[in-house]
């Protein structure tokens, strides 16, 4: 370890830092004078010890320990000067011992230095004289103290002695108030009881004079309400009577109406027949649709089976063309049934709108014009109806036509 080193060490500080504490005016009043004495002792040893030493001898972490237990002594004895616990006297004094066996062993020359003994005696004597004169600095504030806390108390004795005696007095005087209260609270009671029976009877007579008066009154009263309900008995007789009347208006209204509305009943069975013949109409247009369909599907597997063999088998192609055209009638008689059901369906819709729409037209002319409208309507739609036309080229298909292609056909069968 270099001088320069050595000499700048953080040991150093922590021992001037240790002086400042133990030189302190709480050190000297609280460290016991022993302590005091060990502590101070161990301080110039350590100083001496440090002058003595051969620092190049010396490895710095021999200094840091050092400088580590100086400060946690001084933790301790500042601990100590805080809460006045001495175990933290003792746990200083450990501390030191550790830091001087440390330092017993730094590198040392021969010479013994200068550290004199009979100077730390004289410092150690001068401060157990200052603990002492602190000592007794403190014991005569505390009789100070004492005989000051000694007045206050004879003080506050003589004003407790004069409290009891008010507090004697006070009670004498509640007892006579007391008395008095008595006194007077039976001759209220006295009093009050008397009152009080000539309240009730005044209040028996007020309570029998508002009874003859409200009986008067309720007798006046009921008078006047039979009269007024009388009163209200006719007028509400009237008004019934004129919303009878005008119920009745209403009534005759309403049969109006109900007229109106029946004509739509009277065209329910024109709307039954339409359905029907929808119906039918539909089934025949499926019927007609499925024998077209198998003519097509025969049709076309004649065609495949030419494309497929290369050989024209006329004798097949001639049966297979014969049935389709026997599969026409029926096609053709399916479709002709089903446009003329569906005609049906539309003449009678046409019936029904047209008898629905009548009545509400003419509800509103007068009724010798309406008789005449209805006359007219009569020969218009009862027994002058066309059923259907015939559907045209209905022989264009026919059983005769059928023969005169089975007859053109057959020769070529037989060869």
Same mark, same amino acid.
Request: proline residues 3%.
């Given at each position: 370890?270099?001088?320069?080193?050595?000499?700048?060490?953080?040991a150093?500080?922590?021992?001037?830092?240790?002086q400042?504490?133990?030189?302190?005016?709480?050190a000297?009043?609280k460290?016991p004078v022993?302590?005091?004495?060990?502590?101070?002792?161990?301080y110039?040893?350590?100083?001496d010890?440090?002058k003595l030493?051969i620092p190049?001898?010396?490895?710095e972490?021999?200094?840091?320990?050092?400088?580590?237990?100086i400060d946690?002594?001084?933790?301790?004895?500042?601990?100590y000067?805080?809460n006045?616990n001495?175990?933290?006297?003792s746990n200083a004094?450990?501390n030191?011992n550790?830091?001087?066996t440390?330092?017993?062993?730094?590198?040392?020359?021969l010479?013994?230095?200068d550290?004199?003994?009979?100077?730390?005696?004289?410092?150690?004597?001068?401060?157990?004289?200052?603990?002492y004169?602190?000592i007794?600095?403190?014991?005569?504030k505390l009789?100070?103290?004492?005989?000051?806390?000694?007045?206050?108390?004879d003080?506050?004795q003589?004003?407790?002695?004069a409290?009891?005696q008010?507090?004697?007095?006070?009670? $004498?005087?509640?007892?006579? +108030?007391? %008395?008095r *209260?008595?006194t007077?609270? #039976?001759?209220? &009671?006295?009093? /009050?009881?008397?009152d009080?029976?000539?309240?009730k009877?005044?209040?028996n007579?007020?309570?029998?004079a508002?009874?003859?008066?409200?009986?008067?009154?309720?007798?006046?009263?009921?008078?006047?309400n039979?009269?007024?309900?009388?009163?209200?008995?006719?007028?509400f007789e009237?008004?019934?009577?004129d919303?009878?009347?005008?119920?009745?208006?209403?009534?005759a209204?309403?049969?109006?109406?109900?007229?109106i $509305?029946g004509?739509?009943? +009277?065209? %329910?069975? *024109?709307q039954?027949?339409? #359905?029907?013949? &929808?119906?039918? /109409?539909?089934?025949?247009?499926?019927?007609?649709l499925a024998?077209?369909?198998?003519m097509?599907g025969?049709?076309?597997?004649?065609?495949?089976?030419?494309?497929k063999?290369?050989?024209?088998?006329?004798?097949?192609?001639?049966?297979?063309?014969l049935?389709?055209?026997v599969?026409t009638y029926?096609?053709?008689?399916?479709?002709?049934e089903?446009?003329?059901h569906?005609?049906?369906?539309?003449q009678?819709?046409?019936?029904?709108?047209?008898l629905?729409?009548i009545?509400?037209f003419?509800?509103l002319l007068?009724?010798?014009?309406k008789?005449?409208?209805k006359?007219?309507?009569v020969?218009?739609y009862?027994?002058?109806?066309?059923?259907?036309?015939?559907?045209k080229g209905?022989?264009?298909v026919s059983?005769?036509?059928?023969e005169?292609?089975?007859k053109?056909?057959?020769?070529f069968?037989?060869?």
């Amino acid at each position: 370890m270099t001088p320069e080193n050595f000499t700048s060490h953080l040991a150093f500080e922590k021992l001037q830092q240790l002086q400042q504490i133990l030189t302190s005016d709480a050190a000297k009043e609280k460290i016991p004078v022993p302590d005091a004495a060990f502590f101070d002792i161990a301080y110039n040893y350590i100083i001496d010890r440090l002058k003595l030493t051969i620092p190049i001898l010396l490895p710095e972490a021999e200094m840091t320990s050092l400088a580590n237990e100086i400060d946690a002594g001084m933790v301790q004895i500042n601990s100590y000067l805080g809460n006045n616990n001495t175990g933290h006297v003792s746990n200083a004094i450990n501390n030191f011992n550790s830091v001087i066996t440390r330092v017993r062993n730094f590198p040392l020359p021969l010479s013994t230095g200068d550290f004199d003994f009979s100077k730390s005696i004289a410092s150690f004597q001068q401060a157990t004289q200052t603990g002492y004169e602190s000592i007794k600095a403190a014991n005569e504030k505390l009789i100070l103290d004492l005989a000051e806390a000694q007045a206050n108390l004879d003080a506050k004795q003589n004003q407790l002695t004069a409290v009891e005696q008010k507090l004697t007095a006070k009670e $004498v005087e509640i007892q006579n +108030v007391l %008395g008095r *209260y008595n006194t007077e609270f #039976d001759s209220l &009671k006295t009093t /009050a009881s008397t009152d009080i029976d000539l309240e009730k009877k005044k209040f028996n007579e007020v309570i029998d004079a508002d009874r003859k008066l409200y009986k008067e009154q309720f007798d006046a009263d009921k008078a006047a309400n039979i009269k007024s309900f009388e009163e209200q008995k006719a007028q509400f007789e009237k008004q019934s009577s004129d919303t009878i009347n005008s119920l009745n208006s209403k009534l005759a209204e309403a049969n109006k109406i109900v007229n109106i $509305v029946g004509n739509v009943g +009277v065209t %329910g069975n *024109y709307q039954n027949i339409a #359905d029907e013949n &929808k119906k039918s /109409a539909d089934n025949f247009r499926s019927i007609a649709l499925a024998f077209m369909i198998i003519m097509s599907g025969l049709l076309i597997w004649s065609i495949i089976e030419i494309s497929k063999n290369g050989e024209f088998n006329l004798y097949k192609s001639l049966v297979r063309i014969l049935a389709a055209a026997v599969l026409t009638y029926p096609a053709v008689y399916a479709a002709r049934e089903s446009t003329k059901h569906r005609k049906l369906e539309t003449q009678n819709r046409n019936l029904e709108l047209e008898l629905a729409s009548i009545g509400p037209f003419i509800e509103l002319l007068p009724e010798d014009k309406k008789q005449k409208i209805k006359e007219e309507l009569v020969n218009k739609y009862f027994g002058n109806q066309s059923v259907v036309a015939d559907v045209k080229g209905e022989e264009d298909v026919s059983v005769n036509a059928l023969e005169r292609i089975f007859k053109a056909v057959l020769p070529f069968i037989k060869k």
